[in-house]
Antibody, heavy 119, light 107 residues
């Protein structure tokens, strides 16, 4: 069965950087696009970024464009999110999710990793 | 960016009731709409994709309809385990966007 396990969350100071990872298993990782979505405490879902199966194309949400970078290593079945210049507004649970097909919907989600930006 | 709205923001219904949640996109997205269910402390779960297609393993009491800008999620007979927040998501253009959510309570 599809499993997605995020890691790398924690407490970080404003202005600093953090890299999240997401290990995929139970499916052919290299054949699917992958997404990051975040959810601030008590709030709704915010789509963050997507990367195609071959890493050729990436799209970002407006609030993270220029600060966050999505990447992947298909040899390691791992998705990454490099987050720079973090602010308190980036505090959230970050989920990685597998794309169903054609960069459309997110059909399997990880349990999430909490990022807290605080001094 | 495409803005998504949902109504109602919360709804309370009895077991066995028919429940309808609506989602509206600020511009046409054809059928590129998905519905997710999120229970407290859990990640979202895909229910419906491409507006009306039931994701594998999802009970048949869930259904979706609509195209263009107006969409509906219907639960034909509410069950206690359906207590959750429901989100719509547009996949018509990047950046993808989610609706603000509808919190469903059981009376």
């Amino acid at each position: 069965q599809v499993q997605l396990v995020e890691s790398g969350g924690g407490v970080v100071q404003p202005g600093k950087s953090l890299r999240l990872s997401c290990a995929g298993s139970g499916f052919t990782f290299s054949s699917y696009g992958m997404h990051w979505v975040r959810q601030a405490p008590g709030k709704g879902l915010e789509w963050v970024a997507v990367i195609t199966y071959n890493a050729v194309t990436k799209y970002y949400g407006d609030s993270v464009k220029g600060r966050f970078t999505i990447s992947r290593d298909n040899d390691k079945n791992t998705l990454y999110l490099q987050m720079n210049s973090l602010t308190a507004e980036d505090t959230a649970v970050y989920y990685c999710a597998k794309d169903r097909q054609l960069l459309s919907v997110l059909d399997h989600w990880g349990q999430g990793t909490l990022v807290t930006v605080s001094s | 960016d495409i803005q998504m709205t949902q109504s109602p923001s919360s709804v309370s219904a009895s077991v066995g009731d028919r429940v309808t949640i609506t989602c509206r996109a600020s511009q046409g997205i054809r059928s590129w709409l998905a519905w997710y269910q999120q229970k407290p402390g859990k990640p979202p779960k895909l229910l419906i994709y491409e507006a009306s297609n039931l994701q594998s393993g999802v009970p048949s009491r869930f259904s979706g309809s609509g195209s263009g800008t107006d969409f509906t999620l219907t639960i034909s007979s509410l069950q206690p385990e359906d207590v959750a927040t429901y989100f719509c998501q547009q996949a018509g253009s990047f950046p993808f966007t989610f609706g603000p959510g509808t919190k469903l309570h059981v009376k």
